[in-house]
C-alpha cells in the first residue's frame, strides 16, 4: 500500500536579509557594505551617525564627539557618492534610518543614482530606485530623540515626500512607522500596536489633507506605507502582535480610507529584533535571545517580516565588529535556507491559543487608539505628554518586575554563576573600537567641499528652499535643487530652522508613574537620602543631564523617575543639551550631584567637557557620576580623569544605583560612612 504524496505547497521566497550598519566614514562604511552583500546579506540598512540624524555639519559645537560614532555622516553629497561607489543603487534594495532629515538624505541619495546612471533621464532613473526612508517623526518625540522641528511641520515634511514619492520614485516606501522604538522605549504589545497606528492614521490624514495626492492615487499612498516593528524574546506573544498588527491595518485602511483593493491594504514589514532586552552580562545568552525574536516575525507566514536585521550578541558592549554582524547574517540564513519553515502555509492558522491572545490584543489597541484619537490624535497626545508618560511608566514597571525578580533575565538577576567566556576574555577586542580619526576626516571633508563648490548656487538654493517652506510647496523640489548645487546637511536644517524654529519634547518624567512603594530596599533609601540632606541642610538635589545629540532617553528618564521616588530632587531637562548648558544648571540648581547619560559612545570627549567646565565654575567638587555604554577601558579612564562612578548596562538594580548616589555625595562632602542595618 503506498502512502499520499503530501501536498505541494509552493515554496515562500525568503525576506530580504540586512544588517544595520555604518560607521566612522563613508569609505569604510562603503567597503563593509561592499563586503556584507558579498557574503549573501540581499538589503542595505544604513545608519546615520547623529550629526546627519539631527542636521548638522560635523563643525557645529553640537557635533563634537558625535561625527562617525552611531553611524556614517554625510554632511554632502560628495560624502554620498563615497558611501555607495560601486554598489548600483538601480539595482538595491536601501533603508536609510533617517527622519528628521529623512528628505534631505533621499535627495542626495537620488542625486548619487542619477549621477551612477548618466545615460538615463532623472525620471527614469527615479523609477528604478527600491527601499526604504525611516521618517516616522511621531516616535522620535516618544524614544529616539533624533527630531528637529516641531510635530506641524515634521508632519508637512513626511506628506511633501510621501508625495513626491508616489508620483517620481514608485517603488520606494516614503516612510516607516516605527513601532520598534516604542517597545525600546517600554511600550506593551497593546501600547505598540496603538501608537503605530495613530501615527499613521496622522500621517495618511496628512496627506489627504495636503490636496497633493489624487483619491485615485491614494490608495498608492497606502499601500506604500510601512512598517518598522519590534520583537521580543517573547516570542509567542510576538507572533500574536503581528497578527494584530496586520488586522488591524486591514480595518483601519478599509474603514477609515476606503482602500478597496486588497494588496494596498496589506501590512509590510521590516523588523530589527529586541536591543532592549540584550544584557551586558553573560552576553553570549544575547544569541539565543536573537534567534527567538526573529522566530517571532517568520514563523507565521500570514504574518511574516519582509525584511529582517538582528543586533549582534555584543551590542550591549559596543560597537560589534563585521564578524559579529556575519553571525547574525548567518542566523537568518540557516533559517531560511537549510530549514523547512519557507515550504508551508501558516502553521498558526486555527489555532485557539493564538486566535485568543490576537483577539485580545486587538481589543486592547482599538481601545487606546480610540482615547488618542478623541483627545485630538497623534501630534496632541505628543504635545500634551500622554503618550510619552505611558511609555516611561510602562518601562518604570518593566525595570521593577526585572529588580524584583518577578521577570526573570537569566545571567543577569537568576542564574548569574558563569564561567569565564572566551567571547569576552578581551574585552576590549570584544568590540569594534570608534576610528579617532572619523571626526577629522569629516571636518577636513567638508572644508574641502566649501572650497570648491559654487557659493552663490548654493545660497540661491537655500534661498529658494526658504521661500517655498513659507508657502504650501512641495519641499522636495528645492530640496533637490539644493542637493545637486552642494549645500550641507547642516544648511539644509539650519533653513528650515529659520523658517519652522525648533521644538523640545515634554520628557514625562514628571507624570509618570514610578515604583513609590517598592519594598523595603527603596524604602531604605529613602531615609539615606532624607538623612543624608538634613546633615547638608536641605534637599539631596541631583542634575540628571544628556550631554550631546544622544537622543535615547529611556535610560536617563529610569534614572530621573527612580531617583525621585527615593527622596531626592530631580532637574532632568530632557535630551541634547551641550556640557556648557548642563554646568549652568548645575550652578543654578546647587545640585549635589551631577548624573550624565550617553549612549552614543561620545563619553570620553563630553565627560571631560563637563568636568572642565564645572571646575571652571568653582564646582570641580561636585561630584559626576556617568551612564551608557562604556567600555572598562574607557570607564577606568573616565574614573582617572575624576568620575566618581561610571555605571553600565550590567548594573540593572536601580535602587543599588541610587543607594550609590548617597554614597557618592557623603564621600564628596567628607560625611562619615553610615551604620548600614543588618
Known sequence: ??????????????????????????????????????????????????????????????????????????????????????????????????????????????????????????????????????????????????????????????????????????????????????????????????????????????????????????????????????????????????????????????????????????????????????????????????????????????????????????????????????????????????????????????????????????????????????MGGAVAAVESGYMKQNLVSAHAARRARIESGEEVVVGVNRFETTEPSPLTADLDAAIQAADPEAERSALASLEAWRAERDEIAVAEALAALAEAAKTDANLMHPTLVAARAGATTGEWAGTLREVFGEFRAPTGVSGAVGVADAGAELGAVRERVRRTGEELGGRLRVLVGKPGLDGHSNGAEQVAVRARDAGFEVIYQGIRLTPEQIVAAAVAEDVHLVGLSILSGSHMELVPDVLDGLAAAGLGDLPVIVGGIIPASDARALVERGVAAVYTPKDFGLTEIMDGFVDVIRRAHGLEPEVRQP
Open 1 to 374: 500500500m503506498t502512502e499520499s504524496a503530501a501536498p505541494v505547497h509552493q515554496k515562500d521566497r525568503p525576506w530580504v536579509m540586512r544588517t544595520y550598519a555604518g560607521h566612522s566614514t563613508a569609505e569604510a562604511s562603503n567597503a563593509l557594505y561592499r563586503t556584507n552583500l558579498a557574503k549573501g546579506q540581499t538589503g542595505l540598512s544604513v545608519a546615520f551617525d547623529l550629526p546627519t540624524q539631527t542636521g548638522y555639519d560635523p563643525d557645529s559645537p553640537l557635533s563634537r564627539g558625535e561625527v562617525g560614532k552611531v553611524g556614517v555622516p554625510v554632511p554632502h553629497l560628495g560624502e554620498m557618492r563615497k558611501l555607495f561607489r560601486d554598489i548600483p543603487l538601480t539595482e538595491m534594495n536601501t533603508s536609510m534610518t533617517i527622519n528628521a532629515t529623512a528628505m534631505w538624505l533621499l535627495a542626495m541619495y537620488q542625486v548619487v543614482a542619477e549621477e551612477q546612471n548618466p545615460d538615463l533621464s532623472p525620471d527614469e532613473v527615479a523609477h528604478l530606485l527600491a527601499g526604504t526612508t525611516q521618517n516616522d517623526i511621531i516616535k522620535e518625540y516618544l524614544s529616539r530623540g533624533t527630531y528637529v522641528f516641531g510635530p506641524e511641520p515634521s508632519l508637512r515634511l513626511i506628506g511633501d515626500l510621501i508625495a513626491y514619492t508616489v508620483h517620481e520614485i514608485p517603488k520606494w516606501n516614503p516612510i516607516n512607522i516605527c513601532s520598534y522604538h516604542l517597545q525600546e522605549a517600554g511600550a506593551t504589545p497593546v501600547q505598540e500596536l496603538a501608537y503605530a497606528m495613530c501615527t499613521a492614521i496622522a500621517v495618511l490624514d496628512q496627506v489627504r489633507g495636503s490636496g497633493q495626492v489624487s483619491e485615485d492615487d491614494f490608495e498608492k499612498v497606502v499601500g506604500r506605507i510601512s512598517f518598522f516593528v519590534n520583537a521580543g524574546v517573547r516570542f509567542i506573544e510576538e507572533t500574536c502582535k503581528m497578527r494584530a498588527f496586520v488586522q488591524l491595518w486591514d480595518e483601519i485602511t478599509r474603514e477609515r480610507y476606503g482602500v478597496q483593493d486588497p494588496k494596498m491594504r496589506r501590512f509590510r514589514y521590516g523588523v530589527q529584533v529586541n536591543s532592549l532586552g540584550l544584557t551586558e552580562a553573560q552576553p553570549e545568552n544575547n544569541v539565543q535571545r536573537i534567534v527567538l525574536e526573529m522566530l517571532g516575525v517568520t514563523l507565521s507566514k500570514d504574518a511574516r517580516a519582509r525584511a529582517v536585521q538582528l543586533p549582534a550578541w555584543n551590542e550591549a558592549l559596543g560597537l560589534p565588529r563585521p564578524w559579529d554582524q556575519q553571525w547574525s547574517l548567518r542566523f537568518q540564513q540557516v533559517l531560511a535556507y537549510e530549514s523547512d519553515l519557507l515550504e508551508y502555509d501558516d502553521i498558526f492558522a486555527g489555532s485557539h491559543v493564538i486566535e485568543a491572545k490576537v483577539a485580545e490584543l486587538v481589543e486592547g489597541a482599538r481601545a487606546e487608539i480610540e482615547r488618542v484619537q478623541a
